[in-house]
């Protein structure tokens, strides 16, 4: 790093910038603040966010609409007794149908059906999509538990009722996450600082960063632009303040360093800006475009996550590279008290020997002297470790999970499937929904009828009624079935609870055989969803994954002027993504004796993992090539390893803590979610970057930069020395080490 003398003089209009730019993030704040609890307003749970765009059962789902005034969710009452409904008992149940449709929730309200045992009466009340569903959901159990016989149990459940209760869950949110991350971030910060003012200083840069992303989140949102949902929100603020800790964590190392070669805090501000821009920008541009890479997915909750998460992480880095050094320009030696940095004399002010972080200096040398002695072995070893964790990724079972399973916390909804499935056909309010050719419409419902799996089917009229054939046929019910652009709908109730895996197979059955008879047929519903949700995700693996892969190497070709270096580093975090999965794997199978996993964690996973995996390879790699012009390519790595280290290390820990804070939301999927980022980020930090790639990249020596100009013979420092000296001595390993001893 060129060093700043005391007499520096910084211009005149970026001494007057500093107060601008803490002016514009105030005003960012100030009006970004506010909008956080407006989130809601262009937010949505509903079905239609998380739905395979292109899928068999979102083609008929957009059929079904055309067969209703207007979109509805189906909310399912059961009413359960222990033992048979009395006459008495049946007429007080039939009662609440008057009482549920005085409630406006819907159209009209289907039931009471009684159930084969008559231990049970449900009914079906469908609830307008743009409702509150939550809030209809809390009057009808609020109405049916005030309002059914005596004893009795109640549930409203159905796919309104789990969509309440996921919204219910997805409350701490916009709270608790928040206070959680922020909490663990600046208990950090206080143990690696060991201040008391720059912890909230890198908080106020994280906060404002959030302010800024929430801002451009809302106004895409209400633009229609993107079509944000609860797991996209809470995935965002998580985000946007591990990304902004790291970048900042990265800055104030710099700025520190800088302290010790000037006494002008701006100028100081400038040289540390002026070094840590690249890898910074770098860095968050690998993130943004490996997020905005879910472009492609064919998957609505994937394709809404990209551009929020990008968005909040390019709000992350204009923060850090702006805001952060405003503060510090402001703040100066004071930001750091009581552990203020001194002014080294010029005979001391050679970069590898501050660490950035009091404390390090020690273990970073220690472990520099490790890879130092034993390359091969450490690099080795450490693969070798990689590959056995890694090996736990064939038991992971990420082939979805039953939408009962994926709210972690007492559910009324996911107690009212489990009385229906002891009482009604297990697929009962959530049938299959078939658009077939109006022509072959008789034929295919005698298809599905003979159908395995399927124990009950009919044509609908209109107004949703169902057309019932030979002893159930009322005369006065219509006939004729509802017909759109020469469509018909046939609902077909499974055997099988609608989340089950006895259910996909048995829609996968019905499309093979309705496909004989009608081409163009659908076939539809929740269960459907499911299937071709879980589908689609494992397609977008094959998809996206190598699209990353290879955004993420021209960056670091571009960033390391090498074609070997970032092969390897790529391969590196590749590695550790294996590893963290396979553990993940074990944790989830074994401790937290989970069901199965959601199809979209292992893309999720990798993305983050692997973009942020190489966050601090570029941290790392970029101050050994800085080190290496210098020094040469082996002393430049033990200097980059040793000068980066405590900071790398500390960002690590900050962004692992920030995503475990997910773990607080009761839903698996995040849950899941927080445990492989936090674990991954940890395992990248401390084997990965701090002993594999260093090592690795001290075995390769200066072949490393290949085919760029530092690898070619005798542009490397330690290279030119050796030509000059004519191998004046026979230990050039040992030579190059004394640098950093």
Known sequence: MKTTSPTTRVPFWLRWLVPAVLVAWLAIA???????????????????????????????????????????????????????????????????????????????????????????????????????????????????????????????????????DLVSAFAGIDGILLLVALGAVFLILLIVYRSLLLPVMVLFTSVFALCAAILLVFGMAKAGWIQLNGQSQGILSILVIGA?????????????????????????????????????????ATVIIALLCLLFSDLNSNKALGPVAAAGILCALFAALTLLPALMALLGRAAFWPFRPKLLPETQREPELVTGLEGQKG?????????????????????????????GILQLKANGVAQTDVILTASNAVDGQDALGRHFDAGSGS??????????????????????????????????????????????APTAPAARDGKVLINATLNYAADSTEAENAVVSLRQELKKIDGGVLVGGVTATALDTNTTAQRDLVTIIPVVLGVILVILMLLLRSVLAPVLLVVSVVLSYAAAMGVSAFVFNNVFGFPGADATVPLFGFVFLVALGVDYNIFLMSRVREESLKHGTRPGILRGLSVT????????????????????????????????????????????????????????GPRLWWPGRLGRPGNDAAGRDALSSRRASSRPTENEDAGVR
């Open 244 to 284: 902004a800790t790291d970048y900042a964590l990265l800055y104030v190392a710099r700025f520190r360093e800088a302290l010790t070669h000037t006494t002008d805090r701006t100028a100081a501000a400038l040289t540390a800006w002026k070094a840590a821009w690249e890898p910074i920008l770098a860095s968050g």
């Open 431 to 476: 049938p299959a929904v078939i658009v077939a050719d109006q022509a072959k419409a008789q034929e295919v419902l005698d298809r599905v009828q003979a159908s395995n799996g399927v124990g009950d089917a009919y044509l609908l009229a209109d107004g949703g009624v169902p057309i019932m054939t030979g002893a159930a046929a009322n005369p006065s």
């Open 30 to 164: 100030g009006v970004g603040g506010p909008t956080f609890g407006r989130l809601s307003e262009v937010s949505s749970n509903d079905q239609a966010s998380f739905l395979p765009a292109g899928a068999e059962a979102t083609g008929a789902a957009d059929w079904q609409a055309k067969f209703r005034d207007s979109k509805e969710i189906p909310a399912v009452i059961v009413v359960e007794s222990d033992s048979a409904f009395t006459p008495a008992q049946l007429r007080e149940a039939a009662a609440l149908k008057d009482r549920l449709e005085a409630l406006q929730a819907g159209s009209t309200v289907i039931g009471p059906i009684p159930s084969g045992d008559a231990k049970a009466v449900q009914f079906v009340v469908p609830i307008p999509s743009s409702a509150e569903v939550k809030t209809v959901v809390k009057e009808l159990r609020n109405e049916v538990q005030g309002s059914a016989p005596a004893g009795m149990q109640t549930f409203v459940t159905g796919p309104a009722g789990l969509t309440a």
């Open 363 to 391: 273990l970073w040398r220690a472990t520099g002297s490790l890879v130092a002695r034993r390359p091969r072995t450490v690099w080795v070893a450490s693969v070798l470790l990689l590959l056995v964790a890694g090996a």
């Open 645 to 700: 280290g405590g900071v790398i290390t500390s960002a690590g820990v900050v962004l692992a803590a920030t995503f475990a804070a997910l773990g607080v939301i009761p839903i698996m999927f995040l849950v899941q979610l927080a445990f492989i980022v936090a674990f991954g980020v940890l395992l990248d930090t401390v084997l990965v970057r701090s002993l594999l790639v260093p090592a690795l990249a001290y075995d390769i």
